[in-house]
T-cell receptor
Framework: GNSVTQMEGPVTLSEEAFLTINCTYT??????LFWYVQYPGEGLQLLLK?????DKGSNKGFEATYRKETTSFHLEKGSVQVSDSAVYFC???????????FGTGTKLQVIP | ETGVTQTPRHLVMGMTNKKSLKCEQH?????MYWYKQSAKKPLELMFV???????ENNSVPSRFSPECPNSSHLFLHLHTLQPEDSALYLC?????????????FGSGTRLTVV
């Protein structure tokens, strides 16, 4: 079956540091890949997505590249801000809602 | 109002109470979902509706009863819950059940069962 593995948190960074949150996956076929962000007290928001190999999703300074050869979709940001403190979820979709799988989330704390 | 709106934001209920959670979307989406988010556990898909018809009941106990009167509204009726049902309940929608563009989530209802 499908699975998504994320690095365990919390990840604590100083403001303006470089961010990487690792995500690897196991899936049949060619899934679409997503990153969602959940701010405190809120639901999940779609941050970015990629639908095929070598695609790069980007939004709000965050980027992730769909690497089929390493089955990875790592999230990166060049300079984090305190407002980026949230929980980040990696997810895949390999064929409709029955094949949507979420990771367990990685908490990011950015300190001034 | 745009997006997915959930009410109430917080709910405390006793084990013998009956309450309902409401979800509303104004995105023109045809598929709507209930998810349960518990601490340190992956998101759990509970129910799926497509064009108002239930297409998934993911082995959810009968004390949770969904209702979808139209494509814009989704309810979750709760009765005789257990303390372990305390969690964040998230409503989501997508254009269709393929969900190729991902989900739009509401802010959730934080449920505490006492």
């Amino acid at each position: 079956g499908n699975s998504v593995t994320q690095m365990e948190g919390p990840v604590t960074l100083s403001e303006e540091a470089f961010l990487t949150i690792n995500c690897t996956y196991t899936a049949t076929g060619y899934p679409s890949l997503f990153w969602y962000v959940q701010y405190p007290g809120e639901g999940l928001q779609l941050l970015l997505k990629a639908t095929k190999a070598d695609d790069k999703g980007s939004n709000k300074g965050f980027e992730a590249t769909y690497r089929k050869e390493t089955t990875s979709f790592h999230l990166e940001k060049g300079s984090v801000q305190v407002s980026d403190s949230a929980v980040y979820f990696c997810a895949l979709n390999s064929g409709g809602y029955q094949k949507v799988t979420f990771g367990t989330g990685t908490k990011l704390q950015v300190i001034p | 109002e745009t997006g997915v709106t959930q009410t109430p934001r917080h709910l405390v209920m006793g084990m013998t109470n009956k309450k309902s959670l409401k979800c509303e979307q104004h995105l023109g989406h045809n598929a709507m979902y209930w998810y349960k988010q518990s601490a340190k556990k992956p998101l759990e898909l509970m129910f799926v509706y497509n064009f108002k018809e239930q297409t998934e009941n993911n082995s959810v106990p009968s004390r949770f009863s969904p209702e979808c009167p139209n494509s814009s509204h989704l309810f979750l009726h709760l009765h005789t819950l257990q303390p372990e049902d305390s969690a964040l309940y998230l409503c989501a929608s997508s254009q269709d059940t393929l969900a190729n563009y991902g989900y739009t989530f509401g802010s959730g209802t934080r449920l505490t069962v006492v």
